[in-house]
């Protein structure tokens, strides 16, 4: 019998949020960085491609795409719809949002993300928060 744990759409978006500020570029614990992200943001970036997040999150086209569409509806991520690919980046509300909320998802979901990356390590965002 299987006893693979269930990840919800909070505990996904945590970690897609996550992982696009750090294809970026972004320290989310810097000082002052409400102060600096628009001037961040500002800058080109190449995103990541839907593959790259299915990979990620370890999941199936379908919560792939509901994930995304979640993030998309909160305004948390930006997907630009090309010929043959999506290039998703994250938006000020979205690295805003993640920014605030990455030490309670630390603790509620901290057995969930060490399974998740088990065999990976430990990302640094999760790990600023373990110390």
């Not at 945590?14 to 961040?40: M, W």
């Not at 999150?57 to 509806?73: D, F, P």
């Not at 990356?117 to 990302?123: A, C, D, E, H």
Request: proline share 2%.
């Amino acid at each position: 019998m299987s006893t693979r744990k269930y990840k919800d759409i909070n505990l996904y978006s945590c970690i897609v949020l996550n992982l696009l500020a750090s294809a970026i570029g972004i320290d989310l614990t810097q000082k002052d960085f409400e102060k600096k992200v628009d001037r961040i943001l500002s800058q080109p970036h190449e995103g990541l491609t839907k593959s790259e997040i299915m990979h990620e999150i370890r999941s199936n086209h379908n919560m792939t795409e509901r994930i995304l569409k979640h993030l998309e509806e909160e305004g948390f991520i930006v997907i630009e719809r090309g010929e043959k690919s999506y290039r998703i980046l994250p938006t000020k509300k979205g690295l805003l949002h993640v920014r605030e909320f990455n030490r309670f998802y630390a603790s509620i979901y901290s057995k969930q993300i060490e399974d998740h990356y088990r065999y990976v390590g430990l990302p640094s965002w999760y790990r600023k928060y373990k110390e």
